[in-house]
């Protein structure tokens, strides 16, 4: 039977929803966007401005912006974007020791044991407003994207490698191994630790086995439908 989760809200732009469906975080538009007579604005037009909301708590007030709310499997934690000015950041939690440190940031994902966040963090590029990515969201045009791994104790630590896009971020089950879609000079390809799959036009999300030790994925080239494992 569907049911409600936490109160009505004018305008709910983003959420996620905990495995056990008890846990729930919303993208919503802050109350001071709008006078409350209008239509709120559009996400990315002027005046518009979002916060997240996690259970009975609301976060990203002081912010410019909040969006892209991330829980963790058990409910317990919630990762968001933030942004300060042009530049973004993820956040944990009230986020108040979080920092805007990347021109963009996308594909939040808590590993399956809860101990860590990865995301993808954007350097240069433009927002394309007219099409979106992979995981929704505008694409980002010309950004170097590289995978971002954090706690909500530590520094982050920056993988060296860049890749022209990245989508459909994935753990394994036991939480050691991750996988996902990335874009090279060649083509996406299924990237895996120091595994690659060969370059296709268009890569659906990657699907580890039980055992962790492969990865099957739905793939395009040209007019040709593929299902690989790697």
């Known amino acids: ?10 305008f709910i732009t983003g959420y996620d929803v905990s495995e056990d ?38 976060f990203g007030a002081e912010r410019d912006d909040a969006v892209a709310p991330c829980l963790s499997r058990d409910g317990k934690q919630v990762a968001w974007v933030l942004r300060e000015g042009a530049k973004h950041g993820v956040a ?5 020791r979080a920092k805007a ?15 860590e966040l990865v995301f993808a963090a954007g350097t240069g590029g433009t927002a394309n407003v007219a099409l979106l990515d992979p995981d929704g969201g505008n694409q980002i045009d010309g950004a ?18 860049s890749f022209l896009r990245v989508a459909h971020v994935t753990w394994s089950q036991d939480s050691k191994q991750l996988a996902f879609a990335a874009l090279t000079a060649e083509g996406w390809r299924i990237v895996c630790g120091a595994k690659r799959s060969e370059p296709f036009d268009e890569l659906g999300p990657p699907h580890f086995s039980a055992d962790g030790t492969r990865i099957a994925f739905g793939a395009r080239k ?9």
């Open 1 to 10: 039977m569907p049911r409600e989760l936490g109160a009505a809200h004018a």
């Open 21 to 58: 469906g008890k846990s729930f975080a919303l993208t919503v538009f802050a109350p001071q966007a709008t006078d409350g007579r209008a239509a709120p604005p559009m996400p990315g037009l002027p005046g518009a401005k979002s916060v997240i909301v996690f259970g009975k708590q609301t």
């Open 92 to 96: 944990f939690g009230d986020g108040k």
């Open 101 to 115: 440190s990347h021109d963009w940031v996308k594909a939040l994902s808590f590993r399956p044991d809860e101990k």
């Open 144 to 161: 170097q994207w590289r995978i971002v791994r954090s706690d909500s104790t530590g520094p982050e630590r920056v993988d060296t490698e």
């Open 222 to 230: 040209g007019r040709e439908l593929w299902w690989k494992v790697l």
